[in-house]
């Protein structure tokens, strides 16, 4: 949301400002988020109930939100007339959080009628994920993936697709592949039937189970020479 929005929102709680800030501009998966939501009060004390403050990312289909985690920041107190107010919180975003230009902040005043403002944000891949991302970019000569992101039985699932930039080269054409954080490294998911095109269920399509996928576990120190392995033509 912007100014006159945030504006807006603000004369309508009795305050005359309201805005919530975080600390970095890159937040990347895993990470912790720091900020504050700032107050200053109107013509007349305000009484909150408290204050909270929700993280939530838009998925691809529908292109709806979904609240991945909230934090309460602040109990119940008075803000009186005139007052300025800062309330410091932090939550933390999962390691498998999706990347993102498409996130938000949402700040939930819980007062008779709840107000909230929104903090966009952008969610970069962790440092660890970062890396491969670039060694498939550079060393095996993809153009940068397109995302998708569905949300199945509850949970988020990002799929990253990479377009070879050499279609004659040593390497597959296309790599369609899922990244989980897990102990040690990066799994990598990726999909090795190109004709196995049904997407049922996302949860089902990145089952080990699945004959179409194998599981690549990318550990931090090998990671050109275990991508290799799988993405030469013919192996």
């Known amino acids: ?3 006159f929005a945030n504006a807006f929102t603000a004369m309508s709680m009795g305050c005359a400002y309201v805005d919530t800030k975080v600390e970095t501009k890159i937040i990347r998966q895993g990470e912790m988020i ?4 700032s107050l200053v009060g109107g013509k007349r004390a305000v009484e909150f109930r408290g204050i909270d403050v929700a993280y939530y990312t838009i998925y691809t289909k529908a292109h709806r939100a979904t609240k991945l985690v909230e934090t309460r920041c602040a109990t119940a107190f008075t803000l009186p007339a005139g007052a300025t107010e800062e309330v ?22 819980d007062l008779p009628v709840p107000k909230e403002i929104k903090t966009n944000l952008k ?21 940068n993936p397109t995302t998708e992101t569905y949300l199945t039985q509850g949970q988020l699932v990002q799929r990253f697709t990479f377009k070879s930039k050499n279609l004659f080269g040593k390497f597959i054409d296309e790599l369609q592949c ?26 089902n399509e990145i089952s080990s189970k699945n004959q179409t996928h194998i ?7 090998d ?10 033509k013919g192996r």
């Open 178 to 203: 899922y990244f989980l954080h897990v102990t040690g490294g990066i799994e990598m998911v990726m999909r090795i039937d190109k004709h196995a095109r049904s997407f049922q269920t996302v949860l």
């Open 34 to 37: 720091k900020g504050v939501v």
């Open 215 to 221: 599981n690549v576990f990318i550990p931090p120190y």
């Open 123 to 143: 969610v970069f891949p962790s440092k660890d994920l970062e890396k491969i991302i670039n060694i498939l970019t550079t060393k095996f000569a993809y153009n």
């Open 88 to 109: 410091h919180f932090s939550l933390r975003i999962s390691p498998d959080t999706p990347t993102t230009r498409f996130a938000y902040l949402k700040t939930i005043f």
């Open 1 to 3: 949301m912007g100014v």
């Open 223 to 232: 990671e050109t020479q275990t991508l290799e392995r799988y993405l030469v």
